[in-house]
């Protein structure tokens, strides 16, 4: 028995130690409260068995065996030979102090011999290895034993792995722009692109046709591309803005505008056969107004539109010229204006042609002007290569000839007794003379001239000294006849327009006297107390005609009213030293422009008793034409000439 | 261009005009006498009534075209053309 005890000292060599070492040991286990005194002394346990002295001697013998200690002594087990328990003498005397499991296997167990195969391969892998890895793994997949699958063992083995997080991750790109487009399809927007397409169409068939001009044609649209891109260009508006400047005048002379189309002096009713004329329009510019008023033309096919020669007729003063030409629809400023060198003197607009005016200057030249052209250059000019006039041209007549690309006739009056047939061309107004016809008498001064109207040969001229000569053009050197007229010079020579005999004739010397070219006598003459500017019939009635006077009246007279007096005098301008120069009578509208020494021209609107036409006998048809108007006029001739056949 | 500008003036000086205003292709007026943003009122409600008017004209047949559009109103007369794209409008009191 051993007891446990703390044993300070050297721990004990061998078990061969005597009783001695146990008592040493309890000795040596003595005294506990000596420890800190006596450093080797014995400490006793306090359950020590306390021997005596003689005990204590005593030698007992111990006998080391090789028994394990822990061993049973005395295992008895039944025998069921003997039916008793006997107590086995033999005992297992082996006692296990350590175990330690190695990991050594026999050499030629399977488990082994596997483990050899592993590890060869392993070996030569690792051999290997280093040269080629390629190789290897070819090399280690031919020597792969095939997996076994164990059916019995074989278990299933899963782990999940962590899930990522899910993150969601987009691209916007931006929205392309977006622009918001409407349109209508009505009918006329249709129509449109009708028409563009059919004259793309010409357009092509122009092009394949006209293919040598195809260069003039990228010139001409180069230069179409150019105008198209200078942007904001006004020019765009400019009709509009012509429309708008009449508009606006109309506005402005609204009342006026209203009278020219509706009024009509209801007071004529009581005025007993006289008639008044209603100021409308005044025309004025401000560049001409030293000019005086020398011409007046209607215009036959835009009825509204008249031309007015500017000059003077201050033979010591000649300055500048203007051609100007004005519409009723505007009043405030001139439709076109030509400047010109010298004064005009005389002008007129080609019936058919409108567009062509002839024009005759003071310096003897004498011009033709295209409206539809533009520029501020007459399209012919006579200089004195081609014949120029030497003395101021006083009356320009442009004729009709039925064909229409024939040339048309200019007939020139100058001063000089020289009347000149001359040729234009419309196509390309080049001005050739052709014969001259000589007034033989040599102190002539051709002033005015007028042609018959049917009889195309026949013409009048009027003279400074106050004679009027009947000549034909066939016959170049004789007079037909000759009128003593006048007592001064002759302003102005007119044919009646529907009557074939009678003509007018007005002078200076303050009458206008009324003629039957086949009798030598005046039929009518009226004196005006003043010098007569210019004389014209009416283009509605045969028996009108008016008078214009250097003191400023309109004088109108209508023979079939009153035969000796005119139905009308009016005085029209504002200040009473202007001279009226000319008269004109509007061919539809019931209007005369009259023009003055001022450089104005003043339109005034006939009261209906200067307009009259033959009352209708009740159950009869109301006869037109100018046939009437010829009847009319014969029936008063007819009054006078028997009264003088009867005097003869 | 000249003869258009100095058309635009006089009626401009004309008794009772109190103003024009030229209006481009895109609505901005290029020409005024008239301070700006009256013109651009005038010029942005025409338009519309313009084009209205045009498109009633031509419904009717399509080979007629609007050439100008009056509008009589108590104090003073507008007047208002379309031309190639362009629009001229003028106002005038015609009364005094």
Redesign the interface.
């Known amino acids: 028995m051993r007891k446990g005890s703390n044993v300070q000292k050297v721990p004990k060599p061998t078990k061969a130690s005597s009783k001695k070492k146990d008592e040493e040991e309890g000795v040596d286990t003595g005294d506990g409260w000596d420890e800190w005194s006596h450093g080797k002394a014995l400490t006793k346990p306090a359950d020590q068995l306390e021997l005596t002295e003689a005990e204590l001697k005593e030698e007992i013998t111990r006998i080391l065996t090789a028994n394990n200690p822990h061993a049973p002594q005395n295992i008895v087990r039944y025998s069921f030979k003997e039916r008793s328990y006997k107590p086995t003498s033999v005992v297992d005397q082996m006692a296990v102090h350590f175990v330690l499991e190695g990991s050594l296997l026999h050499q030629d167990s399977d488990e082994a011999r596997r483990l050899r195969a592993k590890e060869e391969d392993g070996g030569e892998v690792e051999e290997a290895g280093e040269e080629d890895r390629p190789d290897s793994v070819a090399s280690k997949t031919d020597k792969k034993e095939p997996k076994l699958t164990n059916q019995f063992n074989f278990s299933e083995r899963a782990s999940q792995t962590l899930n990522n997080p899910l993150r969601e991750r987009s691209c916007q790109t931006e929205p392309p722009p977006r622009s918001i487009f409407s349109a209508?399809a009505?009918?006329?927007e249709?129509?449109?692109v009708y028409v563009e397409e059919l004259q793309k169409q010409e357009k092509n068939k122009e092009k394949q046709k006209a293919i040598p001009s195809k260069k003039d044609n990228e010139k001409s649209k180069k230069k179409m591309m150019l105008m198209e891109t200078q942007g904001?260009?006004?020019?765009?508006?400019?009709?509009?803005?012509?429309?708008?400047?009449r508009?606006?005048?109309q506005?402005?002379f609204?009342d006026i505008a209203q009278d020219f189309k509706y009024f009509e002096d209801a007071s004529d009713e009581f005025r007993d056969q006289e008639g008044t004329l209603l100021p409308l329009w005044k025309f004025q510019y401000d560049k001409a107004k030293r000019l005086s008023v020398t011409a007046l033309c209607w215009n036959n096919k835009y009825q509204d539109l008249f031309a007015v020669g500017m000059g003077s007729y201050d033979f010591s003063k000649q300055g500048r010229g203007m051609l100007v030409f004005y519409s009723l629809k505007n009043s405030?400023?001139p439709e076109y204006i030509y400047p010109t060198n010298s004064g005009v003197l005389c002008l007129h607009i080609h019936e058919q042609h409108s567009h062509l005016i002839a024009v005759g200057f003071y310096d003897g030249c004498v011009a033709v002007y295209n409206l539809k052209e533009e520029g501020l250059e007459p399209v012919y000019k006579s200089t004195a290569k081609t014949g120029k006039h030497t003395d101021p041209v006083w009356q320009v007549r442009l004729e009709n000839k039925t064909e229409m690309m024939g040339p048309h006739r200019m007939c020139l009056v100058p001063a000089t007794p020289l009347l000149h047939n001359c040729f234009v061309s419309i196509c390309t107004i080049k001005c050739k003379f052709n014969g001259m016809l000589d007034a033989s008498c040599p102190q002539l001064v051709v002033q005015r001239l007028t042609f018959h109207k049917q009889i195309d040969y026949l013409f009048l001229v009027g003279t400074e000294e106050g004679k009027i000569h009947k000549c034909s053009k066939t016959y170049s050197s004789q007079f037909l006849e000759t009128y003593n007229a006048h007592s001064m010079a002759v302003d102005a020579v007119k044919w009646n327009p529907f009557h074939p005999k009678v003509f007018i004739s007005c002078s200076s010397d303050w009458t206008v006297k009324i003629w039957d070219h086949t009798i030598n006598t005046p039929m009518f003459t009226f004196d005006l107390n003043a010098a007569v500017g210019d004389v014209s019939w009416s283009p509605y009635s045969s028996t009108v005609f008016a008078a214009v006077t250097t003191d400023g009246t309109v004088h109108v007279f209508d023979l079939n009213i009153n035969k000796y007096e005119a139905i009308c005098q009016q005085s029209v301008v504002a200040k009473k030293k202007t001279k009226l120069t000319h008269i004109e009578f509007n061919p539809i509208y019931p209007i005369i422009i009259v023009g003055d020494d001022r450089g104005y021209v003043t339109s005034l609107k006939l009261s209906p008793n200067l307009r009259k036409k033959p009352k209708a006998k009740k159950g009869q048809e109301l006869p037109k034409g100018p046939e009437v108007e010829i009847a009319k006029m014969e029936k008063l001739l007819s009054l006078l000439r028997e009264p003088e056949q009867n005097a003869v | 261009?000249a003869?258009?500008?100095e058309?635009?003036k006089?009626?401009e000086a004309?008794?009772?005009?109190i103003g024009?205003i030229?209006v481009?292709a895109e609505g901005i007026p290029?020409?005024t006498n008239l301070d700006n943003s009256t013109a651009v009122q005038y010029a942005g409600l025409l338009r519309h009534l313009t084009m209205l008017a045009r498109?009633t004209v031509?419904?009717i047949d399509?080979?007629n075209d609007l050439?100008?559009l009056?509008i009589r109103t108590k104090k003073y007369?507008i007047?208002v053309?379309?031309?190639?794209?362009?629009l001229?409008i003028?106002i005038?009191n015609?009364c005094e």
Request: net charge negative.
């Open positions: 209508t009505n009918q006329w249709i129509y449109d904001d260009d006004f020019t765009k508006v400019g009709k509009a803005s012509k429309i708008f400047e508009m606006v005048n506005n402005t609204d405030a400023f | 261009m003869e258009v500008e058309t635009l006089r009626i004309h008794k009772g005009v024009t030229v481009n290029i020409r498109s031509r419904d399509p080979q050439i100008v009056r007369e007047m053309a379309p031309e190639n794209g362009f001229l003028v005038q015609p």
